[in-house]
Each structure stands twice: as structure tokens, then as C-alpha cells.
């Protein structure tokens, strides 16, 4: 975890449209309804911070307040590109391990708390690509 | 259409599953990491309106089968020794056996040991050898891994190369009617296969057959994997195919695996 603010100045309304979306899903209530904690989102410069509760996104912020986050989900830019453009799937850019796979989009910090969140760290994925794609 | 009727055996002493339809030459077909018999469910009437009796079996810890000694199998070769076992139980004639993914490089190890008595071998997205990513051993518990569950469906769906929702949801549910010890012992077999410059004992027709947009198999383990089949078997890469062909495009797999299994009659 970290303490060091950082901001990204796009993040903003990616972070609203993002939010908007999760909190419509009936798939997302159901796997965060036992859920009570913080997800970073990197997705290259930009950041996005989201305190989730009860089944929905309660608060967000596009810098790391000083509670830090329970799990990242992050990569560099090109590799979002590429799971947002459909060029790759994102269960392809999370595989890690051995001499074929080196990690391209990460999971980092509590990650039992991220294992436990696994189909919700492939909703937020998905839900980015489509407000990235579709707005 | 005519639907496949269910069967129970013993096998190796644990009451076995599997599922059959059609008259001819058996084709034997072994699921993927987590599966059942129902990823063949539309595979199987395909091949039997080809002229097979289309066999597909819940391996030992799936859905109708219960596991040897009480014990997942964590290795192919282990499977594929009790696959053949299940073959002799099954049928006396010459069998073709058919696997996808974990079936497919199931297959392999069998037709390195047992080809001489097999009609022929088709292997979709099986290779010599798979992409070793690690132990996991952290896996195969609740405690370790809560969400083995929405992983296994995850690795299943991201598997496929352009699905549509009925296929997506199918998917799921097929992968909930293993639980998460077999489930696990599934991947370590598959993580762990390696029969590299084994090959050259296959004795039979064998067809290797890999989707285009599969990610779990590298291009160069489908290469050497081609390389080091004897010459006259066949290795093809399949356009706009993922990892599961049996299911993707059940029609275009049987046309493949029959074609090829005929050649060999």
C-alpha cells in the first residue's frame, strides 16, 4: 500500500461513467454485496480509487487517499489497449508465471482480498471497456 | 434429432459415467480442465450422423463419476491410463479417442503409450507439452482460494475465441458441476503435462488441431509440437477457434475429427 497521492486529470470522467455502470449491474451488486473495501484502478497514468459497499461503488476519488486500498489492478497503457480494442482478452493480460507469461495487467496488496474478488476485478474490467468504447 | 442416452460402468473400481450415441467405430471423448461430458453434447449426435458410436465420459471426480480411490488424478498420464482402462470396459473394438484442452493432451500421453491398439488420435489444443505457470498447490482449498469457482468459469469463457451469451452461460454451468478438488487436480494435469521426445512412438493417425485465437497454448508449442509428430500424422490451426472447438463450432469439429478418423478405416 501507499500513502503518496497521486492524481491523473482524465480520470475523472471515465472514474463517473465507470461508477454509473457498475452501480446499474445486477451482476456487480451480486458479487460485492459481502464486500466492503477499496480497489485501485491503473489504468496507465490514470487513476482511479473506489470504495465499494453493500453491493455498489460508494465513493471514488482519482487519487490514493491516505487509507491506501485493500488490491491494485494495474498496467501500462498499451496493455489496456489492447483488452479495450479486443485484441486480447483480459484473463490472457492477468496470466502470470513460468518461462511463456510475464504479468501485463498486475493484481497487487491483499490479494486473498483479491482472489476473493476475482469476478469483480473482471466486471470492473469489462465495464471500463465498454464506457472507453461505447461512452 | 436423437439424443445420447447415459450409462454407468465400473471402472478401476469407481462408478464411471458417460454418455453415447450412434453405431460404428467408438470414438472415445475426454473434457477439459473442470468439464464434463455435457461440453460434447452437441459433438457427440454430430459424429454419430457421421457413421460413430460417440462415447463421451465424466472423468473420475466429475459430475456423475466419482474418483478413483476417492482421489482427483493430477496428472494426463494418469487420466490417460484410466481412459484406456474405460475404453476396454466400454467396447471391444479398436478404439478413436478424441480430447479437448486437458482431453487433448490427455490423448497425446495415451497414444504415446497405447496407439498400437488405437484406430486414431485427435487432439484439439493439445500439445507435447503445456505452459508450466506453477504450483498449485495454494489452490486447491477454499482457504487458499475462495474463488476457485469464478476463476474456473473465468478461465473457461476468456477461453473462447467470439462467444455469445447462450454459449457464455453454457459454459458456466458446465464448469459448476465439477467441484474444486477435482477441479484443481484438472489444471495441475494440465499444467504439468510433458511428453517431450515422446512422439516418436505414436503408432497411429494422429490429428493435433489448435483454435488461432487460443492464448493458453503458445505458437511455439504448437510448432514443436508439430515438429516432433511423426510425419504422417497432422497438425492444423483452426480460424476463429479458441480453446474449446468441441464446443465453439461442434459441427466443424466433427466434420474434422470424422474426416480424419476415416481415413484411418
Not at chain 2, 497425446?108 to 489444443?125: E, G, M, P, T, W
Not at chain 2, 511423426?230 to 479458441?242: F, T
Request: aromatic letters at 8%; one cysteine or more.
Amino acid at each position: 500500500m501507499t500513502n503518496n497521492p497521486v492524481s491523473g486529470p482524465s480520470a475523472e470522467p471515465l472514474a463517473e461513467a465507470l461508477i454509473e455502470k457498475a452501480n446499474k449491474k445486477s451482476a456487480f451488486k451480486r458479487q460485492t454485496s459481502w464486500y466492503d473495501g477499496t480497489v485501485l484502478m491503473e489504468i496507465g497514468d490514470e487513476i482511479i480509487w473506489l470504495k465499494i459497499y453493500n453491493g455498489k461503488v460508494i465513493d471514488s476519488r482519482d487519487n490514493v487517499p491516505p487509507i491506501g486500498y485493500d488490491f491494485k489492478i494495474s498496467g501500462t497503457i498499451e496493455k489496456w489497449e489492447a483488452f479495450f480494442s479486443g485484441d486480447r482478452k483480459f484473463g490472457d493480460l492477468l496470466r502470470a508465471g513460468g518461462e511463456y507469461y510475464s504479468p501485463e495487467i498486475t493484481i497487487e496488496g491483499n490479494l486473498m482480498e483479491a482472489n476473493r474478488m476475482h469476478e469483480t476485478i473482471h466486471l470492473l474490467a469489462k465495464y471500463t471497456q465498454e464506457v472507453v468504447n461505447n461512452g | 434429432m436423437d439424443e445420447p442416452t447415459g450409462h454407468y460402468v465400473e471402472v478401476e473400481g469407481t462408478r464411471t459415467y458417460y454418455e453415447e450415441i450412434g453405431e460404428g467405430p467408438p470414438v472415445i471423448c475426454l473434457h477439459p480442465v473442470g468439464a464434463n461430458s455435457l461440453i460434447f453434447r452437441q459433438l457427440l449426435p454430430e459424429l454419430a450422423d457421421r457413421g460413430y458410436r460417440a462415447i463421451a465420459v465424466d472423468l473420475p471426480g466429475h459430475s456423475h463419476s466419482y474418483p478413483v480411490d476417492w482421489e482427483p488424478m493430477n496428472t494426463a498420464h494418469d487420466i490417460a491410463e484410466w481412459a484406456w482402462c474405460f475404453s476396454q470396459e466400454v467396447t471391444n473394438k479398436q478404439p478413436a479417442f478424441l480430447g479437448n484442452a486437458l482431453g487433448g493432451v490427455t490423448v497425446l500421453d495415451l497414444a504415446v503409450h497405447h496407439s498400437n491398439k488405437c484406430r486414431a488420435i485427435v487432439a484439439f489444443s493439445g500439445i507435447v507439452k503445456t505452459p508450466n505457470t506453477g504450483d498449485l498447490e495454494w489452490a486447491r482449498h477454499p482457504s487458499g482460494c475462495p474463488s476457485w469457482q469464478d476463476r474456473m468459469e473465468r478461465l473457461a469463457i476468456d477461453g473462447l475465441s467470439n462467444p455469445d451469451a447462450d454459449l457464455i452461460a453454457e459454459m458456466r454451468w458446465i464448469h459448476r458441476g465439477t467441484g474444486q478438488r477435482a477441479a484443481v487436480a484438472d489444471d495441475e494435469a494440465w499444467l504439468s503435462h510433458d511428453i517431450t521426445g515422446q512422439l516418436h512412438k505414436v503408432d497411429c493417425p494422429v490429428l493435433v488441431a489448435v483454435g488461432e485465437d487460443d492464448y493458453y497454448v503458445p505458437e511455439e508449442l504448437i510448432e514443436q509440437t508439430r515438429h516432433e509428430l511423426p510425419d504422417d500424422c497432422e497438425c492444423q490451426v483452426l480460424p476463429d477457434i479458441g480453446h474449446y472447438p468441441v464446443i465453439e463450432n461442434p459441427s466443424r469439429a466433427a466434420k474434422i475429427a470424422s474426416q480424419f478418423i476415416s481415413t484411418s478405416i
